[in-house]
């Protein structure tokens, strides 16, 4: 069993995790109000997303060069950009100035990233070039301000193939430690071929987090719920738990693949999530991912 200190070594002790253990809940479950306290959330977002890697973005949402685009992590406001050397890179999107926001939705920047207050302009690699006016003329700086000092603050980013993952606090373990599970998980996928085709967009949903990913980590709802659309049986599905790669997968015979209604899914699925919050549907036989 995997247990919560392996998962959430950083968390500290709350009134909520002292709920929890005093119930021995590791069996029961968490308590109600982790679902629902704003609270509870705000421990998770210091705690944990801000202390983890955070799937944030594909890679492919930022084609060109200036591109940028808002995110809120861990309820902090973020930004990438692609920059001049075609990385992506993140930073707090807050200028040094006066703290507004940078960026208010996803555009493309032409040169700059420009603060709509004073103008700061920062370019892609968060550097400041200018600070017009700022020492009392269009060029003049004050005595003793170095542009160079006042960057943007930058975020830890790294990129697995399209997916773009951050680590706000910068002390997350390795990236590639970190990865390490998922590519042992996807061993036999041709990742680098993979061509993004469409994304899905909800209106805003009042549920949390922690409700999608332990839905995905269990099989058992398959047999109900996604009964006419697929045609793998609970007993051939098993657990996957590979460090904090968690989930289930099936193997199907060709007998089961070809005696399937060919209407629903009757192929061999790997169900997995990367702790915390990033979730893949990887169909075997057709390369194919839903993230
Ligand atoms: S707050 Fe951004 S330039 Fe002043
Ligand atoms: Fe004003």
């Known amino acids: 069993m995997v247990k919560r200190s392996q998962i959430m070594p950083k968390v500290k002790p709350s009134k909520f995790f002292a709920e929890f253990d005093k119930n021995d809940a590791v069996r029961h479950g968490l308590p109600a109000s982790s679902y629902t306290s704003s609270e509870f959330f705000e421990l998770e977002a210091n705690s944990l997303f801000s202390t983890s890697w955070t799937f944030v973005g594909f890679t492919h949402q930022l084609a060109n ?14 930004f990438l950009v692609r920059s001049e050397s075609n990385e992506i890179h993140a930073f707090h999107n807050v200028c040094r100035h006066r703290n507004l926001k940078l960026i208010d939705q996803p555009r493309h920047c032409d040169g700059l990233i420009t603060c709509p207050y004073h103008r700061w302009s920062y370019d892609f690699r ?10 009392g003329e269009k060029s003049g ?8 000092d006042h960057g943007l603050y930058p975020i830890r980013c790294e990129i697995f193939h399209d997916w773009i993952f951050i680590n706000m606090d910068g002390e997350a373990e390795s990236f590639e ?13 041709k990742l680098d071929e993979f ?14 987090w922690k409700l999608l990913m332990e839905n995905f980590i269990e099989p058992y709802h398959v047999q109900y719920v996604h009964k006419t659309t697929t045609s793998q049986p609970l007993e051939d599905h098993y657990v996957v738990a590979d460090e904090h790669c968690l989930g289930s997968a099936v193997d199907l015979t060709a007998e089961q693949q070809t005696g399937a209604d060919e209407s629903t899914l ?26």
């Open 65 to 78: 060069m200036g591109d940028v685009r808002p995110l809120t992590v861990a309820g902090k406001p973020v």
């Open 126 to 135: 968060g550097q400041l070039r200018l600070a017009p006016y700022f020492g």
């Open 141 to 148: 700086l004050p005595d003793g301000f170095e542009l160079a």
């Open 177 to 189: 430690k970190y990865i390490k599970p998922i590519k042992r998980q996807l061993t036999g996928f």
């Open 195 to 208: 061509v993004p085709v469409t994304t899905l967009e909800f209106d805003k949903i009042s549920t949390n």
């Open 266 to 291: 009757r192929v061999s699925s790997r169900y997995l999530t990367l702790f915390p919050i990033l979730s893949w549907d990887c169909i075997n036989q057709t390369n194919w991912a839903f993230t």
